[in-house]
């Protein structure tokens, strides 16, 4: 099946760490952008994290900047997202979302941008 696949959520404490992998070998090529999303029940879904290939670094939503740390390993074409000082804000399900790289006139959390969207993962932070 051509989509994402997330891995990785888990109950965490609050303050605790997690990292979430996306297996994406099946949806991106060179030139690619690959966007973890989140949503909790009853909020809209939240731009969190994303890498362009076109871009030299990272993007963050500023709820997660410092805290969260995004990587990809271009061999497999899998995505991290390192999660760090985990709130209990921070729990919903997370879902990987790729595409073409970024292109002028469109921001990384744009979710229509995005073609290919995985199952989700949950994350629950226990306080």
């Known amino acids: 099946e051509m989509r994402p696949v997330e891995s990785g959520g888990a109950v965490v404490q609050a303050g605790g760490s997690l990292r979430l992998s996306c297996a994406a070998n099946k949806v991106i090529f060179r030139h690619y952008a690959i966007t973890w999303f989140r949503q909790a029940p009853g909020k809209e879904r939240e731009g969190v994290s994303c890498i362009s290939s076109d871009e030299r670094e990272p993007f963050y939503a500023p709820s997660v900047k410092g805290r969260f740390f995004m990587s990809i390993d271009n061999a497999n074409k899998t995505a991290y997202l390192q999660m760090n000082n985990l709130k209990p804000e921070d729990e919903a399900t997370y879902y990987c979302?790729?595409?073409?790289?970024?292109?002028?006139?469109?921001?990384?959390?744009?979710?229509?941008?995005?073609?290919?969207w995985g199952q989700g993962t949950q994350v629950t932070v226990s306080s």
């Open positions: 979302a790729a595409d073409w790289a970024l292109k002028d006139g469109v921001t990384w959390p744009m979710a229509a941008h995005y073609t290919y």
